[in-house]
């Protein structure tokens, strides 16, 4: 019996691919399991740590079984429940405003044709400023005494006011120094997204008579809807992450009014020093980021499928 | 013509014994124990500190490296150090919120043990007996062994205008009613407040400045801790008091934003002349009389903290301790001794006071030094120094600390009524006390 010349040749390659799996899986297992080793192990110490009670006595470390007392402990930590709060407005409402301030710009600096470069170094000079730097900057700014946006109130006859030290206010100027910070994060991802976007559908839009108003929401939103989705799930999980911002200006005050999560979790585990009950607090926030970036990324495969 | 150099044996021997005096020789003054670490915070008395340990350098030539840190890194470092199996630090300079977290968790020896000899310098202020701790007992008492040597004696002292009270013929307040009266005489806002407080919530921020109100109205967190007994006793009626006196004080003669007031800002309000009064630690004196820093040189003066009516002024303790890490070579452990035993002499903390910081010598006290105008604080401060208030002697402090921050905080804020703030607090207190098995109660709630 003669064998089909393409048979034999897919019989070939058959064996010649599996011998490649085999040795590309040999070649990336040591990669794979060091960042297994990097990334898995600490996450399985901090379960366990969980899971148990750490004290110190006589230089050494004291671990006792608490089972899941930590766990029901979170349940009833008020100042959790407020960081857990607060983190979710602040999140939604900063990346909301980066997200709508971001596009525009976008918009408006790919519209541009000269002195773009000018234009784009300025938009994104918040990004490249240290943190601490920006603690500094708004700290100063927001002074209560001496800070430029009382001075400039003042010169309007307005009243001086309190940004960070009042109840109302405090949580609202920290969202806002983040929207300042990470509007650029927003511009340069959508900037890109436009610039990648096919210019014969533009044309076609003209040429149909469309308005700039229609072609925006008609033409560009829809095309533009993958990228709107990864810049959103991107500063999500980042802003949900939000801590120094909140260190630096408010320390979480005044009461639990910019209180949020990552800044409660520093003060359970680094100042009081409760290892077993901080590691249940980080497990717990692991897991909301992770669900956060699960629904995100399940939002993308349907707007792409969309 | 060249000329040939030719060596004969005695003139390599005697050349080779000179390069290796040369290379061995040490001036007298060269170190002669091990070099040291020290890890400590970056706080207003710190350059003092500085000054003080190069003049050590100088006098010995002994070696010291100093880590510093911010107030809550420099925790963290500790932390770290003396949970590894070899420590980074020898010496760690620990503030009154930690300390017996370092004593009950066996992280710095005894200085007794690593050197029999040493005695702690009788003129030392104890603070409270806090350089003691006895593990049987788990708390700090003269009958425990010596952990450490002070460094910084800081307690609040009252600072006030000087000026303003010669202008309207006034003396210092020695209790609340007078010190409220003389706030609101002065308070002019926004050009001037009557008194700025420090109500922001922080890693010991808000509690530490309510301290001297709450024991100052004869009130506490614990019943009794030197005998163990941990029974939450902070909404008492002198602790309602005292809240709603410090909340009173705030609103009517402080500052309007009080509720997110640091450190740095309430200091920043008494050199800018934005304040008559202010509470604060005695570490920011030198801040005071910097025209540099200054735009009310010489026109501050220093009383103890006020009080009730018949009882002594209650400033709570927040100094600084040097105790040595447990888990450092044995030479080093014992070249921290000597640091500690020259740091400890009357002639260091001269030069210590001279160099901007707060003697923990009491001999300093009485020199010629403290009858300078420039020094002018120092005599208060002897006088309120035997008062000041240990207020934790447990390694768990900073979970109170924590609950105190957050509701001291909430309340000037205006979230909550001091009544609720002081219950609830208290209802808190009690659970990590009881978390800990310690002997706890709770009194009825305020009403």
Redesign the interface.
Known sequence: MTVPAGLKMARKHGASFGDDRLWRWLTFSPALGLMLLLSVLPLVNLLISSFQDIS??????VRTFAGLSSYHALAADT?FAAGLANTFIFAFAAVAGQMVLGLGLALLSSKVTRGRVLYRAIFILPILIPGIVIGAIWKLML???FGLVNQGLALLGIM?Q?W????ET?LLSVIMVDIWHWTPFCFLLFLAGLESLPQDVFEAARIDGASAWQEFFHVTLPLIIPTIVVTFAFRLVLAFKVFDEVYLL????????TEVVSFTLY?RF?????IGYGSAMSIAVIFIVSLLLVIALSARRQAAAS | MKKELKLSRRHVIAGMAAATAGTAWRPVWAASVAPITIVINQSPWFESFRKTVELYEAESGNQVELDVNPFAGSLEKQRNSVRAKQGQYDILIMNSGWFTEMYAGGFVDPLTDIDPSFKLDPEIFTLGDTVYYNADKKTVTADGKLMSVPVSPLIPMLYYRGDLYAEAGLKAPRTFAELEANARRFHEPPARYGIVQRGARGPHTVAYDFYPYLYGQGGGIFKDQSSGDYSVTLNSPQGREALEYYIRLAREAGHPKTAAMDQAEVIQSMVTGHAAHIMMVIAAWSQMDDPNKSAIVDKVEWAPTPSMPGLPTAPGLGHWLAGIARNVPDDRKRSAIEFLRWFQTKQAQLATAKAGGIPVHAGVYSEPIADERKYRWMKPLAEALPHAVNVYQFPEASEVIAVLELGLNRAIAGEITAVDALNGMADEIHAVMEKYKYKTAQLEPLR
């Open positions: 110190w006595a006589d230089g050494s470390a100042l002074n209560y005494d001086p309190d960070l030290g009042a109840p405090a408010t320390s979480g005050g005044p009461g639990t009014a003060q680094f100042t009081e020093d409760r």
